[in-house]
Every structure is written in structure tokens, then in C-alpha cells.
């Protein structure tokens, strides 16, 4: 049985991937609150903020016939540039102005009590990731060992397809679906996302309105498909499902998807690894009787 999951929310990478088993902040820390003097200075000239808008990997004509110039105009061009210009606005002189996007992202997503740059942040993080998602010629079959782990996972490449398809078509509205690599039970807060009593380590699809992206689920994405309506309507107008069968038969990049796996394998390995160490420190600890140890300022002692 295809081990899998279809996500909501129930409040509504080149690009530099990020996990966020690798995030070590506290949204309690974060004061959203902008420190005027700062925010003065960089109004009255160039933004400050530093997330760009890097352009996908190809010409903006380099997808056609499936994906045309005039798509990439407005898609990369209009729509990815008014969420990277918006959040630099956003961020501008507050905590979040030198954090890297995935930081501001999981900062932001505030379990589920979504902070004003979130939607922003998260949908320039969503469309990098897109365009790498995707190449001239693409399409066809994945590499033998991400093959053999969709086998695996989903009992047939076809039955990957027709799931991972499924759930780009059935997501009411505006939103994303993803193939991601599943390395963990974490609970997480406001999110109907059930974890089956499945290993972990294993290839899931999920789908997610409108921003949310599997980073906030502790999830490491390898593929992606954009079902905003303007991602696909200059070329396909309504016709969702068409766009879904040529994206998944001309356009995705299974070596990126590849390349992506590997590193999220990697990413679990030296969390396990530092999961051992820390419970073999704790156990050392224990069995040398160590008492906490009481130590006094000089300040503290009475002459």
C-alpha cells in the first residue's frame, strides 16, 4: 500500500533548501515589532532586506511548448517578484531582516498563528523550489535507486503518479503538492496530517493550501507542483489536469528530485547521529552518579 498523507491546515533548492529539523529557534523571541529608526532609514532609500529573486535555472522560454515564455513573464516576473518585494517590505527592520528565508518561514508559521510575512516568505521559498522542479526535456522515469524507493513506498511508479496527481487535482482552491521524504512521527499543532503506523524514512505526497509548504511539518520536500491558477491558465485556462499530466510527463527534474533525497537522508543521518550522542552523554552522566555542583562567587562569600 502507497504510504501516504494529504495535508491541510486548519488555520488558514539553486535554492537553499532548509529542513527544519536543522531550526533551533523560538517564535516566542520574536517580537514582531519594527524598530522605527532602522525602518526610517531604509524607506527613505533602498530597501535593506536581502531575500532576492533569482531567476529559474533555464530561459524563460526554454520549457515551451509546455510551459510558454508568456506563463514565465507573469508567473516569475509579475507574481514570484511581488512576494519577494512584499516581504523585503515586511521584514525590513524587524528580527527577521539578515535571517536566512527558511528561518523567517518557520519563525513566521507561528504553529499554525500565521505572522504577517509568512504567506510571502513561504511562497518565495515555494517557487524557487518550483522552477528547479522542472528542465528542458524533462519528464520520463526517475534514476534507478529513487525508482526503487518509489516501488517501495507507492508499489508501482504509476500508482506514484496517479496519487501524486490526485492530489495536485483535488486541492480545493490555491495551493501545492509535494512528494516529501518522511523522517520522522512529529506532532505537529493545527495541522490535519495524520502519521499512519508506517515506518519512517519513507517517500509521502502531500498537498497544502495556499503558502503552507512541508517545511513546517518537519517534512524535506524533493518535488513540487504549483496549482495557483496562474501558475497554469494562460496555457491551459481550466484545465487543471492537463497542466498536472504534462508537468509529471515533460517537465519534472528527477535528478533534482534525486539530489534533494540524498541530502534529506543526509539531514536524518546526522540527526540521529547527534540523537545518539546527546543520549549517550545523558546515560554517561547517569551511571557516573554525577551531582549537580554548587559553586559560589567570591561576591557571594562573607568575609
Known amino acids: 500500500m502507497a504510504a501516504s498523507a494529504s495535508a491541510t ?40 532586506a536581502k531575500i532576492e529573486h533569482k531567476p529559474p535555472p533555464y530561459p524563460l522560454d526554454a520549457l515551451e511548448p509546455h510551459m510558454s515564455r508568456e506563463t ?18 515586511q521584514i525590513v527592520g524587524t528580527e527577521l531582516d539578515t535571517k536566512p528565508l527558511e ?13 504577517p510575512p509568512f504567506n510571502n516568505a513561504a511562497q518565495v521559498w515555494n517557487h524557487e523550489f518550483f ?7 524533462g519528464g520520463g522515469e526517475p534514476p534507478k535507486e529513487l525508482l526503487e524507493l518509489i516501488k517501495r513506498d507507492f508499489g508501482s511508479f504509476e500508482a506514484f503518479v496517479s496519487e501524486f496527481k490526485a492530489s495536485a487535482a483535488t ?27 508506517d515506518e519512517d524514512k519513507k517517500l509521502v505526497v502531500v498537498k497544502s493550501p495556499n503558502a503552507v509548504n512541508p517545511l513546517v511539518w518537519d517534512y524535506s520536500p524533493l518535488l513540487t507542483i504549483d496549482v495557483w491558477e496562474h501558475a497554469y491558465y494562460l496555457d491551459f485556462q481550466n484545465r487543471r489536469p492537463d497542466y498536472i499530466t504534462t508537468f509529471m510527463e515533460k517537465l519534472v527534474s528527477w535528478e533534482a528530485v534525486s539530489s534533494r ?29 554525577l551531582e ?8 557571594d562569600v562573607d568575609e
Open 9 to 48: 491546515i486548519s488555520n488558514p533548492f539553486k535554492c537553499g533548501f532548509f529542513s527544519s529539523q536543522g531550526f533551533s529557534g523560538s517564535t516566542r523571541s520574536l517580537h514582531w515589532r519594527k524598530n522605527e529608526r532602522n525602518v526610517g532609514k531604509a524607506y527613505r532609500g533602498v530597501i535593506t
Open 72 to 89: 514565465f513573464e507573469y508567473h516569475w516576473g509579475k507574481h514570484h517578484r511581488a512576494y519577494v518585494d512584499n516581504l523585503n517590505k
Open 103 to 115: 528561518e523567517i518561514i518557520l519563525a513566521t508559521y507561528n504553529k499554525g498563528d500565521l505572522l
Open 131 to 137: 522552477w528547479e522542479s522542472m528542465k528542458p526535456g
Open 171 to 197: 486541492q480545493f482552491g490555491s495551493g501545492w503538492a509535494w512528494l516529501v521524504y518522511k523522517a520522522n512521527r512529529l506532532d505537529v499543532e493545527n495541522a490535519t496530517n495524520p502519521r499512519p503506523s
Open 261 to 289: 533525497l540524498e541530502a534529506a537522508k543526509a539531514r536524518a543521518a546526522e540527526r540521529e547521529r547527534e540523537e545518539e550522542r546527546k543520549k549517550a552523554e545523558i546515560e554517561r552522566d547517569d551511571a557516573a552518579g
Open 292 to 299: 549537580p555542583v554548587e559553586v559560589f562567587l567570591e561576591s
